[in-house]
Protein backbone atom coordinates (compact mmCIF):
# COMPACT_ATOMS: atom_id res chain seq x y z
CA UNK A 1 0.00 0.00 0.00
CA UNK A 2 2.58 2.43 0.60
CA UNK A 3 4.37 1.77 -2.46
CA UNK A 4 1.19 2.86 -4.79
CA UNK A 5 0.57 5.64 -2.07
CA UNK A 6 3.84 7.09 -2.68
CA UNK A 7 3.71 6.13 -6.79
CA UNK A 8 0.13 7.48 -7.22
CA UNK A 9 1.93 11.30 -5.43
CA UNK A 10 4.45 11.26 -7.74
CA UNK A 11 2.27 10.58 -10.88
CA UNK A 12 -0.23 13.52 -9.58
CA UNK A 13 2.94 15.76 -8.76
CA UNK A 14 4.55 14.80 -12.14
CA UNK A 15 0.81 16.03 -14.09
CA UNK A 16 0.47 19.16 -12.02
CA UNK A 17 4.08 20.37 -12.59
CA UNK A 18 5.05 19.36 -16.12
CA UNK A 19 2.97 21.85 -17.91
CA UNK A 20 4.17 24.23 -15.41
CA UNK A 21 7.73 24.12 -16.43
CA UNK A 22 8.89 27.07 -17.88
CA UNK A 23 10.09 25.85 -21.31
CA UNK A 24 11.86 23.00 -20.12
CA UNK A 25 12.42 21.66 -23.73
CA UNK A 26 13.62 17.99 -22.76
CA UNK A 27 17.04 18.00 -21.87
CA UNK A 28 18.03 22.37 -21.00
CA UNK A 29 15.54 24.71 -19.58
CA UNK A 30 16.05 28.78 -19.42
CA UNK A 31 16.34 28.64 -15.39
CA UNK A 32 18.42 31.41 -13.72
CA UNK A 33 20.61 30.15 -11.14
CA UNK A 34 21.45 32.34 -8.61
CA UNK A 35 25.04 31.74 -6.32
CA UNK A 36 25.05 32.24 -2.36
CA UNK A 37 27.52 30.87 0.18
CA UNK A 38 29.61 32.21 3.01
CA UNK A 39 31.91 34.46 0.60
CA UNK A 40 29.61 35.96 -0.33
CA UNK A 41 27.94 36.98 3.11
CA UNK A 42 31.96 38.05 3.80
CA UNK A 43 32.05 40.70 0.93
CA UNK A 44 31.18 43.80 0.04
CA UNK A 45 29.36 45.15 -2.84
CA UNK A 46 32.27 46.81 -4.45
CA UNK A 47 34.41 43.37 -3.53
CA UNK A 48 31.95 41.43 -5.40
CA UNK A 49 31.93 43.97 -9.21
CA UNK A 50 36.03 43.60 -9.09
CA UNK A 51 35.29 39.78 -9.87
CA UNK A 52 32.76 40.56 -12.16
CA UNK A 53 34.49 38.91 -14.97
CA UNK A 54 35.30 35.58 -12.68
CA UNK A 55 31.62 35.85 -11.99
CA UNK A 56 30.71 36.06 -15.93
CA UNK A 57 32.03 32.50 -16.43
CA UNK A 58 30.74 30.77 -13.89
CA UNK A 59 27.79 29.77 -15.09
CA UNK A 60 25.43 31.91 -12.60
CA UNK A 61 23.20 34.71 -13.31
CA UNK A 62 23.51 36.67 -9.95
CA UNK A 63 24.47 36.23 -6.62
CA UNK A 64 23.36 37.06 -3.03
CA UNK A 65 24.32 40.27 -2.25
CA UNK A 66 25.50 41.62 1.49
CA UNK A 67 25.05 44.97 2.77
CA UNK A 68 26.80 46.41 6.07
CA UNK A 69 28.60 49.45 7.23
CA UNK A 70 28.82 52.05 9.44
CA UNK A 71 29.78 55.65 9.30
CA UNK A 72 33.43 56.37 9.77
CA UNK A 73 33.36 59.23 12.47
CA UNK A 74 29.84 57.94 13.97
CA UNK A 75 29.79 54.33 15.25
CA UNK A 76 26.18 54.48 16.38
CA UNK A 77 25.00 54.90 12.31
CA UNK A 78 25.83 51.81 11.30
CA UNK A 79 23.88 49.15 9.16
CA UNK A 80 23.77 45.36 8.50
CA UNK A 81 21.90 42.50 6.69
CA UNK A 82 22.20 39.81 9.55
CA UNK A 83 21.15 42.91 12.28
CA UNK A 84 18.17 44.56 10.11
CA UNK A 85 15.58 43.66 12.70
CA UNK A 86 17.77 45.14 15.41
CA UNK A 87 19.37 47.46 14.09
CA UNK A 88 18.75 51.59 14.87
CA UNK A 89 17.22 53.57 11.94
CA UNK A 90 19.11 52.24 9.11
CA UNK A 91 20.87 55.70 7.38
CA UNK A 92 20.04 56.30 3.71
CA UNK A 93 23.09 58.95 3.64
CA UNK A 94 25.15 55.92 3.94
CA UNK A 95 23.23 53.18 1.83
CA UNK A 96 23.00 55.56 -1.10
CA UNK A 97 26.82 55.38 -1.51
CA UNK A 98 25.88 51.64 -2.51
CA UNK A 99 23.88 52.45 -5.24
CA UNK A 100 26.74 53.37 -7.82
CA UNK A 101 28.40 49.84 -7.77
CA UNK A 102 25.00 48.17 -7.51
CA UNK A 103 24.02 49.34 -11.04
CA UNK A 104 26.38 47.95 -12.22
CA UNK A 105 25.90 44.58 -11.61
CA UNK A 106 23.00 44.63 -14.58
CA UNK A 107 26.22 44.99 -16.86
CA UNK A 108 27.17 41.36 -16.21
CA UNK A 109 25.85 38.53 -17.29
CA UNK A 110 26.48 36.27 -14.00
CA UNK A 111 26.09 39.54 -11.68
CA UNK A 112 22.56 40.52 -13.49
CA UNK A 113 20.07 38.44 -11.70
CA UNK A 114 21.76 39.57 -8.13
CA UNK A 115 19.27 39.81 -4.78
CA UNK A 116 20.26 41.69 -1.90
CA UNK A 117 20.35 39.50 1.35
CA UNK A 118 18.92 40.03 4.47
CA UNK A 119 17.73 37.95 7.72
CA UNK A 120 14.33 37.91 9.30
CA UNK A 121 15.19 35.85 12.24
CA UNK A 122 16.78 38.81 15.00
CA UNK A 123 19.65 38.26 16.93
CA UNK A 124 17.35 39.21 20.03
CA UNK A 125 14.26 38.36 20.13
CA UNK A 126 11.05 41.01 19.64
CA UNK A 127 8.33 41.30 21.29
CA UNK A 128 5.17 41.09 19.29
CA UNK A 129 3.47 43.24 20.85
CA UNK A 130 6.06 45.86 20.77
CA UNK A 131 5.37 48.24 17.70
CA UNK A 132 8.46 50.58 18.41
CA UNK A 133 10.18 47.59 17.45
CA UNK A 134 8.54 46.59 14.49
CA UNK A 135 8.47 49.56 13.09
CA UNK A 136 12.39 49.92 12.64
CA UNK A 137 12.56 46.27 11.44
CA UNK A 138 9.83 47.35 8.85
CA UNK A 139 11.49 50.86 8.14
CA UNK A 140 14.87 48.91 7.75
CA UNK A 141 13.35 46.79 4.96
CA UNK A 142 12.02 49.80 3.47
CA UNK A 143 15.15 51.47 3.38
CA UNK A 144 16.97 48.13 2.17
CA UNK A 145 13.80 47.91 -1.01
CA UNK A 146 15.02 51.46 -2.10
CA UNK A 147 18.40 50.52 -2.50
CA UNK A 148 17.17 47.87 -4.25
CA UNK A 149 14.86 49.69 -6.78
CA UNK A 150 17.14 52.52 -6.91
CA UNK A 151 20.39 49.93 -8.17
CA UNK A 152 18.02 48.42 -10.60
CA UNK A 153 18.53 44.78 -8.56
CA UNK A 154 15.54 42.65 -9.01
CA UNK A 155 14.89 42.07 -5.26
CA UNK A 156 15.63 40.39 -2.23
CA UNK A 157 16.71 36.99 -0.72
CA UNK A 158 15.22 36.22 2.73
CA UNK A 159 16.69 34.49 5.22
CA UNK A 160 14.89 32.94 8.07
CA UNK A 161 17.38 30.44 9.55
CA UNK A 162 17.87 30.77 13.06
CA UNK A 163 21.09 31.53 13.83
CA UNK A 164 20.97 33.44 16.88
CA UNK A 165 18.97 30.35 19.07
CA UNK A 166 16.03 32.99 19.38
CA UNK A 167 13.03 30.76 18.30
CA UNK A 168 11.45 34.29 17.18
CA UNK A 169 8.57 32.05 14.88
CA UNK A 170 7.75 29.67 17.53
CA UNK A 171 5.02 30.64 20.33
CA UNK A 172 6.37 30.98 23.66
CA UNK A 173 3.69 31.39 26.46
CA UNK A 174 6.28 32.87 28.91
CA UNK A 175 7.94 35.72 26.46
CA UNK A 176 5.34 36.12 24.42
CA UNK A 177 2.89 36.55 27.07
CA UNK A 178 -0.04 35.87 25.09
CA UNK A 179 -1.88 32.77 23.89
CA UNK A 180 -1.11 31.08 20.61
CA UNK A 181 -3.86 32.33 18.80
CA UNK A 182 -3.04 35.35 19.68
CA UNK A 183 0.38 35.40 18.80
CA UNK A 184 -0.75 34.05 15.33
CA UNK A 185 -2.88 37.43 14.98
CA UNK A 186 0.41 39.50 15.62
CA UNK A 187 2.78 37.24 13.90
CA UNK A 188 0.30 37.92 10.97
CA UNK A 189 -0.30 41.51 11.26
CA UNK A 190 3.97 41.98 11.73
CA UNK A 191 4.33 39.58 8.64
CA UNK A 192 2.65 42.67 6.85
CA UNK A 193 3.87 45.03 8.97
CA UNK A 194 7.64 44.51 7.89
CA UNK A 195 6.86 43.65 4.11
CA UNK A 196 4.71 46.25 3.20
CA UNK A 197 7.17 48.83 3.09
CA UNK A 198 9.44 46.62 1.05
CA UNK A 199 6.56 46.30 -1.77
CA UNK A 200 5.85 50.05 -1.13
CA UNK A 201 9.16 50.73 -2.27
CA UNK A 202 9.56 48.04 -4.68
CA UNK A 203 6.53 46.36 -6.12
CA UNK A 204 7.64 43.81 -8.60
CA UNK A 205 10.46 42.52 -6.60
CA UNK A 206 11.87 39.26 -6.37
CA UNK A 207 11.59 37.70 -3.35
CA UNK A 208 13.51 34.43 -2.56
CA UNK A 209 13.27 33.31 0.52
CA UNK A 210 15.23 29.92 1.39
CA UNK A 211 11.45 29.05 2.72
CA UNK A 212 8.10 30.07 2.85
CA UNK A 213 5.36 27.17 3.40
CA UNK A 214 8.17 24.76 2.54
CA UNK A 215 9.88 25.52 5.97
CA UNK A 216 8.15 22.41 7.12
CA UNK A 217 7.01 20.76 4.70
CA UNK A 218 7.97 17.20 6.39
CA UNK A 219 5.27 18.06 8.94
CA UNK A 220 2.74 19.57 6.73
CA UNK A 221 2.58 18.24 3.46
CA UNK A 222 1.08 14.83 5.05
CA UNK A 223 -0.98 16.08 7.45
CA UNK A 224 -4.87 16.20 7.46
CA UNK A 225 -4.91 19.20 9.82
CA UNK A 226 -1.69 21.62 9.35
CA UNK A 227 -3.14 23.75 11.12
CA UNK A 228 -3.72 21.69 14.01
CA UNK A 229 0.06 20.36 13.75
CA UNK A 230 1.33 23.97 13.69
CA UNK A 231 -0.62 24.87 16.79
CA UNK A 232 1.50 21.13 17.79
CA UNK A 233 5.02 22.31 16.67
CA UNK A 234 4.11 26.16 18.18
CA UNK A 235 4.70 27.56 14.75
CA UNK A 236 3.81 31.11 14.17
CA UNK A 237 5.48 31.44 10.80
CA UNK A 238 2.79 29.90 8.69
CA UNK A 239 1.04 33.27 9.96
CA UNK A 240 3.90 35.57 9.54
CA UNK A 241 4.28 34.30 5.99
CA UNK A 242 0.38 34.79 5.13
CA UNK A 243 0.91 38.66 6.30
CA UNK A 244 3.52 39.23 3.60
CA UNK A 245 0.88 37.37 1.45
CA UNK A 246 -1.69 40.28 2.60
CA UNK A 247 0.21 43.00 1.33
CA UNK A 248 2.14 41.42 -1.62
CA UNK A 249 1.07 42.87 -4.89
CA UNK A 250 0.26 40.48 -7.73
CA UNK A 251 3.22 42.28 -9.54
CA UNK A 252 5.76 40.77 -6.92
CA UNK A 253 7.31 37.36 -7.18
CA UNK A 254 6.85 34.60 -4.07
CA UNK A 255 9.82 32.41 -4.71
CA UNK A 256 9.56 29.69 -2.38
CA UNK A 257 13.17 28.50 -2.14
CA UNK A 258 12.49 25.08 -0.41
CA UNK A 259 16.06 24.64 1.31
CA UNK A 260 15.10 20.92 2.45
CA UNK A 261 15.55 20.17 -0.97
CA UNK A 262 19.53 20.08 -0.32
CA UNK A 263 18.58 16.36 -0.04
CA UNK A 264 16.40 15.67 -2.31
CA UNK A 265 17.38 13.33 -4.96
CA UNK A 266 16.35 13.03 -8.69
CA UNK A 267 16.36 9.06 -8.55
CA UNK A 268 13.10 9.14 -6.75
CA UNK A 269 11.74 12.55 -8.17
CA UNK A 270 11.88 14.24 -5.15
CA UNK A 271 11.96 17.60 -7.09
CA UNK A 272 8.30 16.45 -8.62
CA UNK A 273 7.04 15.73 -5.02
CA UNK A 274 8.40 18.78 -3.45
CA UNK A 275 6.87 21.09 -6.04
CA UNK A 276 3.56 19.70 -6.14
CA UNK A 277 3.41 19.92 -2.20
CA UNK A 278 4.19 23.64 -2.86
CA UNK A 279 1.39 24.02 -5.34
CA UNK A 280 -1.17 21.81 -3.97
CA UNK A 281 0.50 20.21 -0.57
CA UNK A 282 0.34 23.01 1.18
CA UNK A 283 -2.45 25.06 0.72
CA UNK A 284 -3.78 24.01 4.48
CA UNK A 285 -1.54 26.87 5.72
CA UNK A 286 -2.60 29.53 3.45
CA UNK A 287 -5.61 31.68 4.59
CA UNK A 288 -8.31 30.93 2.29
CA UNK A 289 -8.87 34.58 1.86
CA UNK A 290 -5.18 34.43 0.29
CA UNK A 291 -4.67 31.33 -1.87
CA UNK A 292 -6.04 32.85 -5.30
CA UNK A 293 -2.82 35.70 -4.82
CA UNK A 294 -0.89 32.48 -3.24
CA UNK A 295 -0.99 30.38 -6.45
CA UNK A 296 -0.99 33.54 -8.47
CA UNK A 297 2.51 35.14 -7.20
CA UNK A 298 4.19 31.53 -6.19
CA UNK A 299 7.41 30.56 -7.70
CA UNK A 300 8.59 27.26 -7.08
CA UNK A 301 12.46 27.01 -6.15
CA UNK A 302 14.82 24.84 -4.86
CA UNK A 303 18.14 25.39 -2.89
CA UNK A 304 20.97 22.98 -4.16
CA UNK A 305 24.00 22.55 -1.24
CA UNK A 306 26.90 21.99 -3.12
CA UNK A 307 28.81 20.58 -0.03
CA UNK A 308 26.67 17.32 0.00
CA UNK A 309 29.19 16.69 -3.21
CA UNK A 310 32.78 17.21 -1.88
CA UNK A 311 34.52 13.94 -2.21
CA UNK A 312 35.18 13.56 1.44
CA UNK A 313 32.50 12.06 3.82
CA UNK A 314 32.32 12.64 7.69
CA UNK A 315 31.16 10.60 10.04
CA UNK A 316 27.59 11.60 11.44
CA UNK A 317 26.67 14.13 8.31
CA UNK A 318 24.03 13.79 6.30
CA UNK A 319 24.70 16.02 3.35
CA UNK A 320 26.60 13.68 1.20
CA UNK A 321 25.55 12.13 -2.27
CA UNK A 322 27.64 9.53 -3.70
CA UNK A 323 28.98 8.87 -7.47
CA UNK A 324 26.87 7.89 -9.94
CA UNK A 325 27.41 4.99 -11.50
CA UNK A 326 30.28 6.31 -13.84
CA UNK A 327 32.10 6.83 -10.06
CA UNK A 328 31.06 10.78 -10.63
CA UNK A 329 29.63 13.38 -7.91
CA UNK A 330 29.40 16.19 -10.14
CA UNK A 331 26.82 14.02 -12.87
CA UNK A 332 24.91 13.08 -9.31
CA UNK A 333 25.00 16.86 -8.73
CA UNK A 334 24.16 17.64 -12.50
CA UNK A 335 21.09 14.93 -12.62
CA UNK A 336 19.81 16.70 -9.75
CA UNK A 337 20.68 20.36 -10.78
CA UNK A 338 18.63 19.27 -13.85
CA UNK A 339 15.34 17.92 -12.49
CA UNK A 340 15.57 21.13 -9.86
CA UNK A 341 15.67 23.52 -12.83
CA UNK A 342 13.06 21.49 -14.51
CA UNK A 343 10.08 21.21 -11.98
CA UNK A 344 11.15 25.06 -10.49
CA UNK A 345 9.36 28.34 -12.03
CA UNK A 346 11.96 30.38 -12.86
CA UNK A 347 14.67 30.06 -9.83
CA UNK A 348 17.43 27.47 -8.55
CA UNK A 349 20.13 28.75 -6.53
CA UNK A 350 23.03 27.20 -5.34
CA UNK A 351 24.63 27.19 -1.36
CA UNK A 352 28.49 26.56 -0.51
CA UNK A 353 30.53 26.73 2.77
CA UNK A 354 33.60 25.46 1.92
CA UNK A 355 34.71 26.43 -1.04
CA UNK A 356 34.44 30.40 -2.56
CA UNK A 357 32.59 30.95 -5.92
CA UNK A 358 36.01 33.01 -7.30
CA UNK A 359 39.56 33.03 -5.52
CA UNK A 360 38.66 36.94 -5.49
CA UNK A 361 42.61 37.47 -6.46
CA UNK A 362 41.15 40.52 -7.85
CA UNK A 363 40.18 41.84 -4.35
CA UNK A 364 43.33 43.53 -2.80
CA UNK A 365 41.73 44.31 0.69
CA UNK A 366 38.44 41.63 0.96
CA UNK A 367 37.21 40.97 4.18
CA UNK A 368 37.74 37.68 3.42
CA UNK A 369 40.97 37.63 4.26
CA UNK A 370 40.66 38.82 7.24
CA UNK A 371 38.89 35.50 8.46
CA UNK A 372 41.70 32.54 8.89
CA UNK A 373 39.10 29.62 7.48
CA UNK A 374 39.04 31.56 4.17
CA UNK A 375 42.58 32.87 3.60
CA UNK A 376 43.77 29.11 4.50
CA UNK A 377 41.02 27.85 1.84
CA UNK A 378 42.51 30.50 -0.75
CA UNK A 379 45.61 29.48 -0.43
CA UNK A 380 45.15 25.58 -1.20
CA UNK A 381 44.94 23.78 -4.24
CA UNK A 382 40.79 23.93 -4.85
CA UNK A 383 39.71 26.81 -3.28
CA UNK A 384 37.05 27.68 -5.57
CA UNK A 385 34.08 25.43 -6.23
CA UNK A 386 35.03 25.52 -10.27
CA UNK A 387 38.39 23.73 -9.22
CA UNK A 388 36.93 21.34 -6.61
CA UNK A 389 34.63 20.49 -9.23
CA UNK A 390 36.08 21.03 -12.72
CA UNK A 391 33.45 21.22 -15.36
CA UNK A 392 30.89 22.81 -12.93
CA UNK A 393 30.37 26.06 -15.03
CA UNK A 394 29.65 24.12 -17.98
CA UNK A 395 26.90 22.62 -16.17
CA UNK A 396 25.53 25.79 -14.96
CA UNK A 397 25.86 26.75 -18.43
CA UNK A 398 23.95 23.81 -20.24
CA UNK A 399 21.01 24.18 -17.70
CA UNK A 400 19.91 27.82 -19.26
CA UNK A 401 20.73 27.12 -23.12
Not at 10 to 33: D, F, N, P, R, Y
Not at 139 to 146: D, K, R, Y
Not at 317 to 326: K, L, M, N
Request: proline residues 4%; charged residues 25%; glycine residues 8%.
Amino acid sequence: MKVAHCSLWIALALILTTGEASGWTGGVCGQKIIGHGWDLLSTRPEEVLDNAEAFDGSGLDGVSVALRGSAPDDRDRHYAFSDIAVDEPWPRDLLAARIGTLRRFKEHRGLRESLLVFFVSPPKRLDWRDDAAWDRFAGNVGVLAWVGRESGLNGYMVDSEDYFKQRQYFHDPGKDGISYADACRLARKRGGHVFAPLFREHANAVLLSFWFFSEAEMHYAASSDPLKEAEKRKDLWPSFVNGILDVIPQTAKFVDGNEHAYLSDYAVNDFYVKAFNQRQGLLGLVAPENRAKYQAVLSVSFGQYLDCYIPEKKPGHDYYFGPAEDGSRLTHFRRNLEQAARVSSEYVWLYGEHRCWVDWKKTSASNLWKIKRYSDMLSSPTPTWEKTFPGLSAILQSIKK
